[in-house]
């Protein structure tokens, strides 16, 4: 019989179709995640699950589903899932790196060049009447020609970040990572460095690391305190990575010069937070991601993970590889 499935939200019809081609599917049609009660009652009895970052995978949903193979994340980043307790109980986890390299890195240099440049707060002072003249002294923001910029966590999103400001705009670029880089070295004449020399130097710090329990609060008071006065910050990594507490007071008080984010936490940031309120905060809606192709080609690659879980095949983008001589049969 055809393996079961459940898509916990609509996602682009390539990758629908190509797990509908082979599959019987059942998708989550509300704009809303399904809640985690909603979501087991639906996984209970399938082979396949496509999630996104927004649903939780934990022992508690693997626990009634006992058929499920693959968990099949529609996303780079896979903090939502608990991939040791899939690979304790056989079950393959798949993600879509790559597919969202260059959109993402797109969505930080423009948050780094809005923030700089004090583009949602100028443009909300139009709107809404405070632009009275063309002011000598107003909405004044930063260069980016020739400055330095830190790159916390070169994969490849930080990678094709730090290359379109090294190449465009000429920026030093300096970077952290677990190990050294010999692309980010050669082709962008980076160098690694300490987190806290990279804090102290850069004026643009752009965080591209994954979640995971040695990166949660990586960004806290003592961090914002390190970096310039005139920093930039932006995140599109995950909103845990930051402190917002710290990241606010280092707004409101000038520890910083201005934030981009993507992504925050919670998400959605409630309207009333106090980021929010701070204009030289600039907040997108976890966006990065968010082009036609990109999305397209997550849904391939989220497809092709599915199937290749459901048909007992090594995933193309496989995050726990070591499960494969104990997957579920
Ligand atoms: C988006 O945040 C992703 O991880 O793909
Ligand atoms: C990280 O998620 C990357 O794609 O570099």
């Not at 060049?113 to 002294?137: C, F, H, I, M």
């Not at 008071?221 to 995950?238: D, E, I, L, P």
């Amino acid at each position: 019989s055809r393996p079961k499935v459940f898509v916990a939200r609509r996602i682009p019809d390539e990758g629908l179709n190509a797990i509908r081609a082979v599959c019987d599917v059942d998708v989550w049609p509300e704009q809303l995640p399904p809640p985690p009660a909603v979501l087991r009652r639906h996984v209970a009895d399938c082979d396949g699950l496509v999630s996104l970052l927004t649903d939780r995978v934990d022992a508690e949903l693997l626990d009634a589903a006992p058929k499920l193979k693959v968990v099949s994340n529609f996303a780079v980043g896979f903090n939502n899932v608990d991939v040791a307790a899939c690979t304790a109980r056989g079950v393959c986890v798949g993600n879509t790196p790559g597919a969202l390299t260059d959109a993402t890195a797109d969505i930080a240099v423009t948050l780094l060049l809005a923030a700089a440049r004090r583009v949602g707060e100028s443009a909300t002072d139009a709107k809404e009447g405070r632009w009275l003249t063309w002011e000598p002294l107003g909405w004044l923001g930063s260069d980016l020609a020739g400055r330095t910029l830190g790159i916390v966590g070169m994969g490849r999103i930080g990678f094709a970040a730090a290359k379109r400001l090294h190449g465009g705009w000429g920026m030093k670029v300096l970077y952290t990572a677990r190990g050294p880089k010999e692309d980010a070295d050669k082709e962008l004449g980076a160098t690694r460095v300490e987190l806290d020399e990279l804090l102290a130097r850069s004026d643009f710090v752009s965080v591209h690391a994954d979640l995971n329990p040695t990166t949660k609060g990586l960004f806290g008071a003592a961090q914002f305190a390190k970096m310039k006065r005139t920093a930039v910050f932006v995140n599109t990594s995950r909103g845990p990575l930051v402190d917002q507490a710290a990241l606010a007071a280092a707004l409101r008080d000038g520890t910083i010069f201005a934030a981009g984010l993507d992504v925050t936490d919670p998400e959605p940031l409630p309207t009333d937070h106090e980021l929010f309120r701070l204009p030289n905060c600039l907040i997108v809606p976890h966006i990065a991601s968010a082009t036609i192709d990109t999305r397209n080609a997550m849904a391939r690659l989220c497809a092709n993970n599915l199937l290749a879980g459901v048909g007992g095949a090594a995933l193309p983008n496989w995050v726990n590889p070591e499960v494969a001589d104990k997957r579920r049969a």
